[in-house]
Antibody, heavy 125, light 110 residues
Framework: EVQLVESGGVVVQPGGSLRLSCAAS????????MHWVRQAPGKGLEWVSL????????YYADSVKGRFTISRDNSKNSLYLQMNSLRTEDTALYYC??????????????????WGQGTLVTVSS | QSALTQPASVSGSPGQSITISCTGT?????????VSWYQQHPGKAPKLMIY???NRPSGVSNRFSGSKSGNTASLTISGLQAEDEADYYC??????????FGGGTKLTVL
């Protein structure tokens, strides 16, 4: 059974830093691109970042570029999101998500078949 | 990157069909066949319902279908059921950064 379990969400002051983790199990972690997606309280979904299977390629939403860094440790089946210079607008539930692949082919778009339960980041003074 | 445009809410009676639209630009929805749709029940993680415009993952009911015309993608749910009541989000690949979601549509089954 595929499982994604996020952790690390806390209350942090504006300008602070935080590192989120996502522990993956039930699939061959290093075969897949992984993503972070966030959802502000009562709001819609926002794609945040992706990292390729080997960590060689990373992409970020404009809203977090230069402040957030995505990384992975395939030996530990873990995904991370280092969040610096946090702003109140970064307050959200942060999900890690696995890219969807079928029949050996993966969609090139934002297509996710498994999501974690999310970890809540609150940026407030 | 601006969010894709979805209606805030739609409603329908059991057994009826409804369609949710998702409007973007030629840099996202119109330029690529990488539109997905997600269903999200309150307090739950999103569930993938449609990918690459019109494909259904295994296990998703064939009452759900997707299509695209120009810069607008659509999700149609036929034979509405009470359990379909949820929030629905579209997403698309975008040339500016990678991914963008719609603002979400709340489906009410009357």
């Amino acid at each position: 059974e595929v499982q994604l379990v996020e952790s690390g969400g806390v209350v942090v002051q504006p300008g602070g830093s935080l590192r989120l983790s996502c522990a993956a199990s039930g699939f061959t972690f290093d075969d897949y691109t992984m993503h972070w997606v966030r959802q502000a309280p009562g709001k819609g979904l926002e794609w945040v970042s992706l990292i390729s299977w080997d960590g060689g390629s990373t992409y970020y939403a404009d809203s977090v570029k230069g402040r957030f860094t995505i990384s992975r440790d395939n030996s530990k089946n873990s995904l991370y999101l280092q969040m610096n210079s946090l702003r109140t607008e970064d307050t959200a539930l942060y999900y890690c998500a696995k890219e969807y692949c079928s029949g050996g082919s993966c969609s090139d778009g934002p297509t996710f078949d498994y999501w974690g339960q999310g970890t809540l980041v609150t940026v407030s003074s | 990157q601006s969010a894709l445009t979805q209606p805030a809410s739609v409603s329908g009676s059991p057994g009826q069909s409804i369609t949710i639209s998702c409007t973007g630009t030629s840099s996202d929805v119109g330029g690529y066949n990488y539109v997905s749709w997600y269903q999200q029940h309150p307090g739950k993680a999103p569930k993938l319902m449609i990918y690459d415009v019109s494909n259904r993952p295994s296990g998703v009911s064939n009452r759900f279908s997707g299509s695209k015309s120009g810069n607008t993608a659509s999700l149609t749910i036929s034979g509405l059921q009470a359990e379909d009541e949820a929030d629905y989000y579209c997403s698309s690949y975008t040339s500016s950064s990678y991914g963008v979601f719609g603002g979400g549509t709340k489906l009410t089954v009357l």
